[in-house]
């Protein structure tokens, strides 16, 4: 057997035999008991609730993941990646024409594939705990405007990919390197005012008592808002968040509307206060630099492996090309882009720590931001008890007990500090 086809079969077995790990490890760590921090804000009936969303969850994840696998791994022992090519092949366009057919024929039925999923999880288990608003016409608006947004902005970005690797010898993964980085940062710019307006309605926070709260903790901190909108998030759920968008002047705070409901004044301004954290402490900055230099190994050794005749036969190809190369390489990659997926987890689980202590020093409340995570986690049935390896693999945020516990030294630290004063 093809030794290349061995190392791909192994990984994706691998990769499962992980995710079940750790599901199972993470349903094992649900505590029947409240955490003391939750005590006074959480009735019984709806922290029982919340596991039993965390259950159904799970279940469904894994449900899906046994499927792909079992669909993957049967896909390349029969030759699937072959047939679709020779399919393709037989259209006689160019290379490029045909490597775009190529991609969006295997996105496709990868997309048919995870569908069923998406749905029983959107119109079964969301609306079952009381979270979906979904309506099935924005359901079908959602991936059709997925699929208009990959075809007119990836097309042409893969198109330029091949085409750099055709033309431009053995400098050609630079100059990718330099192609993708150039269209995340013009994504960066676009998709605040283009791109997510096409899916919710943004707002601007209307004159009041929140705006004028907001507008004066932001002098304070020196930080121009470029924007600070409410987005109809409840069109399509009852969960509740806030996030920043965008660089320079596209700049934008955004807090879901049923996140401006559920929340006080001073709650929405440790919210805002966070969101600004991130900026002043220059993540989105750091984030970026960090998808650069991994995208740029990943061009380095794509380069090294690409037309590669070993890894064509181990997916039983009869044709080599420098498109199939891209989707093929994929598999090799799977390992490393999962220890660079842990690594960009644990980084932007420091972040939120050090946004979360911007926010309570520069309020002065780390009162109001425990009481906001806290009703975050309520309203979302997040899960408080999460396994350690779980969030490794998983969590780009710090389980809500460790956060609130920060802050609660970060308040204690504070009162010390004005007692000995």
């Known amino acids: 057997m093809n030794s290349y086809l061995i190392v791909v079969l192994i990984f994706i077995l691998l990769h499962f035999l992980l995710s079940l790990t750790v599901e199972r490890l993470n349903l094992g760590c649900i505590q029947t008991s409240l955490p003391e921090e939750f005590r006074a804000w959480y009735d019984a009936e709806k922290y029982k609730k919340a596991q039993m969303y965390l259950r159904e969850t799970t279940g469904l994840s894994l449900l899906s993941g046994s499927v792909y696998t079992v669909m993957t791994i049967a896909f390349i022992l029969l030759g699937g990646f072959n047939l679709v090519d020779i399919a393709v092949r037989a259209l006689e366009l160019s290379s490029i024409l045909t490597g775009l057919v190529y991609t969006a024929v295997l996105l496709t039925a990868a997309g048919l594939l995870n569908l069923p999923f998406a749905a029983y999880e959107t119109f079964v288990i969301e609306a079952r705990y009381g979270f979906n608003t979904t309506s099935v016409k924005t359901f079908i608006a959602d991936i059709f405007k997925i699929c208009t947004l990959s075809v007119l902005l990836g097309g042409p970005l893969l198109a330029l990919v091949l085409w750099f690797f055709e033309q431009a010898g053995p400098h050609a993964w630079l100059y990718c390197w330099a192609a993708l ?44 808002i470029k924007g600070l909108f409410t987005m109809d998030g409840s ?44 900026y002043k402490k220059h993540h989105i900055l750091k984030h970026l630099c960090m998808s650069w230099a991994v995208s740029g190994c990943m061009f380095f050794i794509l380069s090294v492996f690409l037309e590669n005749p070993h890894l064509f036969a181990a997916f039983k190809m009869e044709h080599i090309s420098i498109y199939a190369s ?32 911007f926010a309570a020093a520069t309020t002065g409340s780390p009162e109001a931001m425990i009481s906001a995570l806290k009703k975050l986690s309520i309203d979302n049935l997040a899960n408080l008890t999460p396994h350690p390896l779980k969030v490794v693999t998983a969590y780009s945020h710090p389980p809500v007990l460790q956060r609130i516990r920060a802050l609660q030294r970060l308040a204690g630290a504070g009162a010390t500090a004005g007692a000995n004063t």
């Open 181 to 224: 980085c150039g269209f995340q940062l013009c994504m960066m710019y676009a998709a605040p005012v283009i791109i997510m307006p096409l899916f919710n309605r943004f707002t601007p926070v209307p004159a009041g008592d929140l705006q004028t709260a907001i507008a004066s903790y932001a002098r304070a901190q020196n930080f121009k």
């Open 235 to 278: 069109k399509r759920s009852s969960k509740s968040n806030a996030f920043f968008s965008g660089i320079g002047r596209f700049r934008r705070v955004v807090l879901f509307d049923t996140l401006i409901e559920k929340h006080s004044l001073p709650e929405l301004l440790a919210i805002v206060a966070h969101e600004i954290g991130h």
């Open 326 to 357: 891209l989707v093929l390489f994929a598999f090799l990659f799977a390992p490393v882009d999962t220890l660079l997926s842990i690594a960009a987890n644990a980084l932007s689980r420091r972040n939120e720590y050090e946004a979360d202590c």
